[in-house]
């Protein structure tokens, strides 16, 4: 599993990237007049600020517990990275459409096209850098996943946003290469209007994507179904435990909590107890360094028929 560490170097690739073709793009707008180039630098600006937030919300979560907030700050991060996605569909997406539908109604040739076309072949160059670097982590945590299993089942919000921020930025630049060469061989700004409309459409689409995995985790995910089948298996193989009542894990941004139930073996006396217990607890924290808070609750029973290890 790729640790926070490895998120930042995404995010600070992400984030040189993206300014340095934010200036490349804007200098390209306003030479050329196209639309589609106004509506990727408003984009790489918006992913400029989006990086930023991400770096800000990082640091909010590791704030330690507090009497207000016993399980910590780590769940911070999930609330900006939704800001982050309601940035790009609203700064990035929003735009790009108004900008669209601006151009359907003017016959304003574009000026100096050649320009533009060599600021996206540069921008798809580092844009390309910025995703190779992001993939490299995303590789370390998905494993054998494929990367629509990884996106659906991670809970690495920061490395879930750079990548859909990526992809976004890739996509969006070779809509507005291929928008800008058409519009300059036929002579017609109109398909500069329908690559920015493409861009807005794409921006919203990858935002609406980001949101929905965002909002899960506010809610309160647990733990990524195979770290869960780990748990379980290491559970149930410890001699201490008899069986196994549930199972509960709640994921706080790089944090983890995990609830036990279980039945243990062989040991009557509460002090003895207790230590299997222990032990149980210090071996979990090892194997699962992410577990910050643990609570074990020994019982007889499951207390409740629809319980089960798998709740």
């Known amino acids: 599993m790729a640790g926070q560490g490895d998120s930042l170097r995404a995010i600070f ?20 007049g196209s639309g589609a180039m106004l509506a990727e630098a408003v984009h790489s600006l918006a992913d400029c600020g989006n990086q930023i937030l991400l770096l800000f919300g990082m640091r909010q ?9 016993p399980l910590g700050y780590g769940k911070a991060v999930y609330f900006w990275s939704f800001l982050v996605a309601l940035m790009l569909f609203s700064v990035g997406g929003m735009f790009s459409l108004y900008e669209g539908l601006h151009k359907l109604h003017s016959d304003e040739p574009l000026q100096s096209p050649w320009i533009a076309v060599g600021v996206l072949v540069f921008s798809i160059i580092v844009e390309g850098i910025s995703m190779r670097a992001c993939l490299v982590e995303v590789n370390k945590a998905r494993g054998t996943r494929t990367l629509w299993q990884w996106f659906r089942s991670t809970r690495q919000v920061e490395l879930v946003v750079i990548f859909g921020e990526d992809l976004a930025a890739l996509l969006g630049l070779a809509f507005a290469l291929a928008a800008v ?95 299997q217990i222990n032990a149980v607890e210090r071996e979990l924290k090892r194997r699962f360094p992410q577990v910050r808070f ?4 020994p019982d007889i029973d499951d207390g409740d028929p629809g319980e089960g290890p798998d709740q």
């Open 13 to 32: 690739f992400a984030l040189g990237a993206n300014f340095a073709i934010f200036l490349a793009k804007l200098v390209a707008a306003l030479l050329t």
């Open 61 to 69: 979560a590791k704030k330690p517990p507090s009497p207000d907030y």
């Open 181 to 275: 060469s058409v519009a300059m061989i036929t002579g017609n700004p109109f398909w500069d209007a329908v690559g920015t409309l493409a861009i807005g459409v794409l921006l919203i689409v990858v935002a609406i994507f980001i949101s929905v995995e965002v909002k899960a985790m506010l809610i309160g995910q647990s733990v990524d179904p195979e770290t869960r089948r780990q748990m379980c298996d290491f559970l149930d193989q410890r001699p201490e435990i008899e069986c196994v009542y549930n199972l509960l894990t709640l994921q706080l941004g790089n944090d983890v909590m995990v609830s036990i139930k279980a039945k243990m073996r062989g040991e009557e006396s509460a002090l003895g107890m207790i230590a």
């Open 294 to 297: 643990s609570f074990f609750e």
